[in-house]
């Protein structure tokens, strides 16, 4: 159920943070539109101008250069297929002779098979009428030289497939790959490339230079075989231009906005511009960037570690943390609530900004006044755990506004500073006097930010933020003093204004038990007369101490005659009943006074008072009498069945309440009571509660028992202060007196018990457990 709390908890904060957006807005505008709000930077910003890192790279892939490869062997390949064909068809031609025979002539079957083979090696259909020509010149080498010559010629220059690919390269130029070298260089003259139809148009004339004076027949079968053997040598590669186009664009750098908290990028009404929108674009992309279930994922696991480890931390090493999941649910509730108000007065506030002409620089933050939350949880809860949680809230709100380190430590100041002046607050005006030291606390806080930001000469800005300060804390005031009431009902807690109001005497209970048991509520007067003082000196919280002290005893309301404080003279219905039936009605009465206290909707740190205020103490003598009336053969007594069930005292508060009642009781007991008597009285009582373990489970030290028992032997002193000798009523007070303290009740028990001479106790007893 913890973690199902801290997993709602960090929803509600991430929807507090993106609702309404903190990025300048969702609305996707376009150039020229009317901007409907004003749109301002909520933090300091470095974000990429995507639009014009865009077109700087699409200027950088424009600007590539083409790659092409040059091979400038391909003459080379041409003129050896030329010097092939015609080498091999003049051997095939020219008579075979063999030494000392006449010549052999070559069939005529087979040299037309291999005649053809020749001809497609080489790449040129022929016709046999050109063939024929070739064949009366019998393909002279000298025809093939001049052929080599034309070809050398044609490939003096780069050649490609068409000059006008060329063209939309012509300002930027090329890259020529030297396919034989592996060099690259780059050509921005394009005047000697030239194509194939250039080249063969060159080709006529380079045949009829070579080969004049040659038939005109021959020259046209020349210019046929060579203008179909021309290939470009300079080619396109695709592949290697791709590349070059992406190396340009990765090498283009991202282009970037620096903008600053509170600049304002276009206001409500104006023509966006085409550079308000690019602003927009960029930080836009950025939410978009960072956006989305990663950016969620994220917040989400920090959010609920950093509730889980911070209350997981503070549980296990402060010892007052102690929360019950009611609990976790009310600061759980209060810090949701408090960022929302937070996150709702600075989302009103930029509305307010522009309506006033306010300075843009104004935090409103500061009114928010959400310290008061922290009052709150002090009043109702403790400093442990206000601490704590002033921590949670000072940290998110730094996140609501927008990663910013400033509210941080504006709000961990302010929620430390009213937790401290409501520690002990017993009237509603003690708040508002907390409100107002805070709002001075807010301004000095504002003049440190201004120094802090060098914007101490602008005092319009530190004008308006001081005066919102100051009326931040008035406002932490008012919301505190409406809210705590509300609260106390909603979670059934009791701040000590609350607990004030339990000990007026016309309150149902109190005054039940001043009317039908009056013995027993004088009893509770005097011990919560004790419980106050002995709280008081050690720093632990007075007022409940003295509201569990009067509603203690409540239980006694259903059989008040049972209890010494409230029998007549000879009346003791103990004295016709068993000591374990006796026992049994001295324990249900701090049960049924739990049930009364439920009944009447006291809160939770009382009725544990009444449950715990007898701890697991003995009722020597109900017991020791029962022990006297013994018949081990039918029936054996257990001390169990004379014990208080308990629990022991769990706090400070109900560990002096029980000591208290007992001292109460006891001290009427004291013959000629004197400050020496006294005090050896308290202390014998306190050190057998101690050595009886009762005190185990409360967290009083050694040193809060030697001050409480101060506080009682001070308290009780007063009490019984010495008076002048009036012989008669003495006598009749002190005759009555020792009558009234033979009750057999769990009173006259404590009392007998507590004034038994005990060996090694009193005084120096309670100086060796550490005084």
């Not at 302010?414 to 401290?420: F, H, I, P, S």
């Not at 000591?659 to 006294?678: C, G």
Request: with cysteine.
């Amino acid at each position: 159920m913890r973690w199902l709390v801290y997993f709602l908890v960090s929803l509600a904060l991430i929807l507090i943070i993106f609702y309404p957006r903190q990025y300048v807005t969702g609305k996707k505008y376009q150039v020229g539109e009317i901007a409907d709000k004003t749109i301002r930077v909520l933090r300091d910003l470095e974000v990429e101008d995507r639009v014009t890192t865009e077109e700087h790279r699409k200027q950088a892939e424009k600007e590539a250069q083409e790659v092409y490869d040059f091979a400038p062997q391909l003459a080379g390949e041409i003129k050896e297929r030329l010097s092939e064909f015609f080498l091999k068809m003049k051997e095939l031609y020219q008579p075979s002779r063999v030494q000392g025979e006449e010549a052999i002539s070559v069939p005529a079957s087979f040299r037309k098979e291999r005649e053809e083979e020749l001809v497609s090696e080489l790449g040129v259909e022929l016709e046999e009428r050109e063939l024929e020509i070739l064949r009366r010149f019998y393909f002279d080498r000298e025809i093939l030289a001049r052929s080599e010559r034309v070809v050398d010629r044609l490939y003096q220059s780069p050649l490609v497939l068409d000059r006008e690919i060329l063209k939309k390269a012509q300002a930027k130029g090329i890259i020529i790959h030297n396919l034989q070298t592996g060099e690259q260089k780059v050509l921005r003259d394009f005047s000697e490339i030239k194509d194939l139809r250039q080249a063969r148009r060159e080709l006529s004339q380079l045949v009829k230079q070579e080969f004049a004076g040659y038939p005109s027949s021959l020259k046209k079968v020349i210019e046929k075989i060579i203008s179909e053997l021309l290939r470009p040598n300079l080619t396109f590669n695709k592949q290697a231009s791709e590349q070059v186009k992406k190396e340009k664009i990765e090498a283009v750098k991202p282009v970037y906005f620096k903008l600053k908290k509170g600049e304002v990028i276009v206001r409500r009404g104006d023509r966006i511009s085409p550079e308000q929108w690019k602003k927009l674009q960029a930080i836009q992309n950025r939410g978009q960037k960072f956006g989305g279930g990663i950016l969620f994922l994220g917040l989400l696991i920090v959010f609920t570690l950093a509730q889980f480890f911070t209350y997981h931390f503070a549980q296990r090493n402060i010892k007052k943390f102690k929360l019950q999941f009611k609990d976790l649910v009310f600061l759980s509730l209060c810090l949701v609530v408090s960022l929302f108000i937070l996150k709702l007065v600075v989302y009103l506030g930029g509305n307010l900004k522009e309506i006033f002409s306010l300075p843009e620089e104004v935090s409103f933050y500061y009114l928010a006044g959400i310290a008061g939350s922290a009052m709150v949880v002090r009043m109702i809860l403790n400093s442990e755990v206000a601490v704590i949680y002033s921590l949670l809230l000072a940290g998110f709100s730094g996140l609501v506004l927008n990663f910013d380190i400033y509210p941080v430590l504006y709000h961990l100041v302010g929620c430390l500073v009213v937790a401290d002046e409501v520690g002990v607050c017993e009237q509603r005006s003690k708040i508002f006097r907390a409100g107002v030291f805070l709002g001075l606390v807010n301004v000095i806080m504002v003049f440190g930010f201004a120094l802090l930001q060098n914007n101490i000469q602008d005092q319009e800005l530190l004008l308006y933020n001081s005066t919102f300060a100051f009326s931040g804390g008035i406002f932490s005031a008012i919301l505190t003093t409406g809210l705590v009431p509300a609260l106390e009902s909603l979670f059934n807690y009791s701040t000590n204004i609350k607990l004030l109001e339990l000990l007026n005497q016309e309150h149902p209970l109190l005054k039940k038990l001043s009317l039908h048991a009056p013995g027993t509520h004088q009893h509770s007067l005097l011990v919560a007369n004790l419980a106050e003082a002995a709280a008081e000196s050690i720093g632990a919280n007075p007022i409940l101490a003295r509201v569990m002290a009067m509603y203690h005893d409540i239980g006694k309301l259903n059989k008040p005659e049972y209890f010494a404080e409230n029998q007549r003279e000879g009346k003791n219905p103990h004295l016709k009943i068993k000591p374990s039936m006796s026992a049994l009605i001295l324990i249900n009465h701090a049960k049924e006074g739990v049930e009364m206290a439920e009944k009447y909707h006291l809160p939770r740190e009382v009725i544990e008072g009444i449950r715990q205020h007898h701890g697991t103490s003995l009722m020597k003598f109900f017991y020791e009498k029962a022990k006297e009336v013994e018949n081990p053969e039918v029936d054996t007594v257990e001390e169990e069945d004379f014990r208080y069930p308990g629990p022991k005292p769990q706090t400070r508060e109900a560990g002096i309440l029980m000591l208290a009642d007992i001292v109460e009781s006891a001290s009427r007991t004291i013959q000629d009571p004197n400050p020496a008597k006294i005090k050896g009285t308290v202390d014998n009582l306190i050190n057998r509660a101690f050595v009886d373990g009762q005190l185990d489970e409360c967290e009083l030290t050694l040193k809060d028992l030697h001050e409480i028992a101060k506080a009682f032997t001070k308290v009780l002193g007063a009490m019984y202060h010495s008076r002048p000798d009036y012989p008669e009523p003495v006598e009749k007070g002190a005759s009555g007196g020792k009558k009234r303290n033979h009750g057999l009740d769990s009173e006259s028990a404590k009392m007998q018990s507590a004034t038994e001479p005990t060996p090694g106790k009193g005084k120096e007893a309670i100086k060796r457990l550490g005084g």
